[in-house]
């Protein structure tokens, strides 16, 4: 495929899109799941209708339900047309639909996986010939030890491989040699720090590191991908994004969302395991790592994993003073009524599991000795806004306190990574008049109307990468241990906690009075969102 050229915007002058995949053969587990059904599948055809996707590609939907390549194809235009706006369009779903093929079987059953390596191959060999396999791990957790072991016995993974073990089917190629073979792992990504590890230790025995993706939808994000392009394509930021110039850091995950049919998984994870130990630390790390010597993947993760490794831990008393968790009753919504956590479907009457959590932490760095950063991530709030916001501290002289404005607000710059993606600088600014009186103006930046494109959605950026053997956007072992590694400690201490250490909150709030407090003892408050 050659070069895409992006319609006239003088914004965009002489920008194109040249990354451009080998074609390769795709296999999704779980292909008649929900994750597949809201995301990858539309991500896809999106990325087929743009020319993304090179000649040759195909997708294989490896699920239980016993159809055929034809009961496939009609269940994925189905989906794209509940799911995608703007419908789909006749010429490029005909050159989508002949991509798509349909492997029936048991995620625990070998044969399965054989039957998979055969028709891999013959997909291969009539369309793409370059023998490059991407395997997307879209199925329950607890299937995924069973996918794993199921490919590497089938010789898909490409790997070192277990030497006790006899492979069958076609044997995986180094890259250049036949071909690439690489797998995508959704999070969650294990329970635990020891069920993550046990996963890793899985995942080792049939694949190298180089070949495993574990995905976070949120790294995918173009705000989240731009936090390091604002901090150090421009001369102005990177100087004062430290302890010297920085008061604090808040970042926000908010859902107007409850648990929904969610109930029994959520059951097992709470907020905790849900949302903070991936998503938020993550953004966490990109605000808080040290400049990568290059734009190499290698090199930015490792930034991000020693930014996860200088988290302050957690545990004890400092558990019951920094952290808050909360977990929504009845409320309301957009003005609509809405049910409590305990009274949704699949939730135990009497459950303490958190759909919220807020807590204060710091990073133990030379950078950012000293400068708190207050994290929230809630169901139930009255909004869906995801943010991340730096807060400069206040000029030494305060010139202009005794106007009618009174004290001037300090400067603060806000990434908004959904549901508008774009970027805020609060400034003061004097009011017109014969008197100094000081008042916050922002200077806004939007993705959508700058740039006159949709951006794209965070599964088309991380599928393109995981074609393109771009591991930056995704998480290394190391990262997910030192994750787990902070949370663990949280939530240990949460288990040895009687039930008053869970605080309620209404549905349709920002959350517990003790999510307030934790900040206000430090004489800030939460940004209104």
């Known amino acids: 495929m050659g070069v895409v050229t992006l319609p006239e915007n003088p914004f965009r002058e002489g920008l194109e899109l040249r990354r451009s995949p080998e074609a390769s053969t795709m296999v999704i587990f779980g292909a008649t799941g929900d994750l597949s059904r809201r995301k990858l599948l539309p991500s896809l055809y999106v990325m087929h209708r743009q020319g993304v996707?090179?000649?040759?590609?195909?997708?294989?939907?490896?699920?239980?339900?016993?159809?055929?390549?034809?009961?496939?194809?009609?269940?994925?235009?189905?989906?794209?047309?509940?799911?995608?706006?703007?419908?789909?369009?006749?010429?490029?779903?005909?050159g989508f639909e002949e991509a798509l093929f349909f492997t029936p079987g048991e995620f625990d059953e070998p044969e399965a996986y054989v039957g998979l390596a055969s028709l891999t191959a013959e997909i291969d060999g009539r369309r793409a010939g370059t023998g490059n396999r991407l395997f997307y791990l879209a199925a329950p957790p607890s299937s995924y030890p069973a996918i794993i072991d199921g490919l590497g016995r089938a010789g898909l993974g490409g790997g070192e491989g277990r030497p006790d073990v006899e492979t069958v089917g076609v044997t995986g190629a180094e890259p250049g040699r036949g071909g690439w073979a690489r797998v995508v792992v959704e999070k969650p990504f294990g329970h635990d720090r020891s069920s993550a590890a046990r996963l890793n230790g899985q995942l080792k025995e049939w694949f190298r590191e180089e070949q495993i993706f574990r995905i976070d939808h949120y790294l995918g994000k173009e705000t989240v991908q731009n936090i390091l392009v604002f901090r150090l394509a421009n001369g102005i930021f990177e100087p004062v994004w430290n302890r010297e110039w920085v008061d604090h850091v808040q970042i926000t995950v908010a859902e107007d969302l409850g648990v929904g049919g969610r109930g029994p998984y959520f059951e097992e994870t709470g907020n905790m395991r849900d949302m903070v130990q991936n998503h938020v630390l993550q953004l966490l790390a990109l605000v808080a790592m040290e400049p990568p010597a290059s734009f190499e993947p290698d090199a930015v993760r490792d930034e991000r994993a020693k930014a996860l490794r200088a988290l302050r831990p957690l545990s004890g008393a400092q558990v019951d003073g920094d952290v808050i968790?909360?977990?929504?009753?009845?409320g309301y919504v957009g003005g609509e009524p809405v049910l409590g956590y305990r009274e949704e479907s699949g939730v135990a009457s009497e459950s303490d599991v958190e759909t919220f959590v807020a807590m204060r932490v710091f990073v133990d760095s030379w950078r950012?000795?000293?400068?708190?950063f207050y994290v929230r991530a809630g169901k139930r709030m009255p909004r869906r806004a995801t943010e991340i916001a730096i807060q400069f501290k206040q000029p030494p002289l305060l010139l202009f306190g005794e106007g009618a404005g009174g004290e001037p607000e300090p400067n603060v710059l806000a990434l908004h990574i959904q549901p508008d993606e774009g970027i805020t600088l609060k400034v003061g600014s004097k009011l017109p008049g014969p008197s100094i009186d000081v008042h916050p103006v922002h200077m806004d930046f939007r993705y959508g109307t700058s740039f006159g494109r949709r951006s794209p959605e965070a599964y088309e950026r991380l599928l393109l990468d995981s074609l393109l053997g771009d591991s930056t956007l995704f998480s290394r072992e190391d990262s997910v241990d030192a994750g787990w590694s902070f949370v663990d400690r949280i939530r240990a201490r949460w288990e040895e906690s009687?039930?008053?250490?869970?605080?309620?909150?209404?549905?349709?709030?920002?959350?517990?009075?003790?999510?307030?407090?934790?900040?206000?003892?430090?004489?800030?408050?939460?940004?209104?969102?």
């Open 53 to 94: 996707l090179p000649a040759g590609f195909s997708l294989i939907g490896f699920a239980r339900r016993p159809w055929d390549d034809g009961e496939f194809r009609a269940y994925v235009r189905e989906s794209l047309e509940e799911g995608l706006q703007e419908g789909v369009e006749p010429a490029a779903w005909s």
């Open 325 to 330: 968790r909360g977990q929504y009753s009845p």
């Open 368 to 372: 950012w000795a000293g400068v708190p």
């Open 498 to 529: 009687d039930r008053s250490s869970l605080h309620v909150y209404e549905a349709g709030s920002w959350g517990p009075q003790a999510a307030a407090d934790l900040v206000r003892r430090d004489g800030r408050r939460w940004r209104r969102l």
